[in-house]
């Protein structure tokens, strides 16, 4: 399942980002942290992927970081619930997320290099959707035979609609109830 992996990486490289007193969880809040923990360190992995192996643009990847913290003051002004999306309640969620993982992983990722850190995922075919078909991924996936035709969609599926969130932002003004989109998450 593509949360799952996604889950996995994010859980062997990022830190939380959100957090909330035992006492006081709220449901809502509480489901959009597990979200962001995914989301925040996916996007921040993307950049560090532009950056490390070349391709792509941060942009679009840098725009979902931009809708997250829109969404995260509008929710505020709904409800002041949505403050303890963060571990810092004055902190936008989008950009916290974002600059807890490049401050502690994206170094670490750095010094292994680009060679370690660009042959684990298919940066190529996340950072330009249009490589999506034909040869990269069948690289890939030759290249990484542990790892299924089907495991690598999943990923790539979540990836693109983390991608969309910087490119279709009408999620950002809907009502808070939810705070992220339905997705293929």
Known sequence: MTRTLLAVVVLLLGTPCWAQSASDIDGDVFAAGKELEMIGPAVAQAVIAIELCGGGNAEPWKKVVAGIDERHKKCIA?????????????????????????????????????????????????????????????????????????????????MGWIRKLGEDTRWVSTACKSFWPEGPR
């Open 78 to 158: 709904e409800d002041a619930k949505w403050k303890g999306l963060t571990e810092k309640p004055d902190s936008l969620a989008g950009t916290y997320a974002f600059e807890s993982f490049l401050n502690t992983r994206g170094a670490e990722a750095r010094q292994q290099g680009a060679a370690d850190y660009c042959g684990r995922v298919p940066w190529k075919v996340v950072l330009d959707p249009a490589a999506t078909a034909g040869p990269t991924k069948e690289a890939f996936l030759r290249d990484h035979p542990k790892v299924s035709a089907e495991r690598l969609e999943e990923f790539l599926t979540l």
